[in-house]
């Protein structure tokens, strides 16, 4: 079972950049993808971007593809997600969570969530 922090969150304007961090720890690294996640007061949640055991991203929201980059440094134990050109509508608190094997789907498959970072995008 992984255990995850994550960080980098805060509030800027739009147009503005955030790297958030996903820290693992508690299990074999390479048995999981690991997933990003979000979920803004009152919505439900959703996923944003995942990356698999070998490196394969696989976008899970078109809205953000273009803007947000995910990425994997096996040796730090880290997901780090790239968020470029920020929008109000990016505000939430994102998670990032495992996937056991190199499947990023189904999306319900994923546990060992963190506690999040919060986002905001305010003008």
């Known amino acids: 079972q992984l255990q995850f922090v994550e960080s980098g969150g805060g509030s800027v304007h739009p147009g503005g950049s955030l790297r958030l961090s996903c820290t693992a720890s508690?299990?074999?690294?390479?048995?999981?993808?690991i997933g990003w996640f979000r979920q803004a007061p009152g919505t439900e949640r959703e996923g944003v971007s995942c990356i698999n055991t070998n490196g394969i991203v696989t976008d899970l929201l078109d809205s953000v593809k273009d803007r947000f980059t995910i990425s994997r440094d096996d040796v730090k134990r880290t997901v780090y997600l790239q968020m470029d050109n920020l929008k109000p509508e990016d505000s939430a608190r994102y998670f990032c969570?495992?996937?056991?094997?190199?499947?990023?789907?189904?999306?319900?498959?994923?546990?060992?969530w963190g506690q999040g970072t919060h986002v905001t995008v305010t003008v």
């Open positions: 508690g299990d074999t690294w390479n048995y999981y993808s």
């Open positions: 969570a495992a996937r056991i094997g190199n499947r990023c789907q189904p999306t319900y498959g994923f546990g060992s």
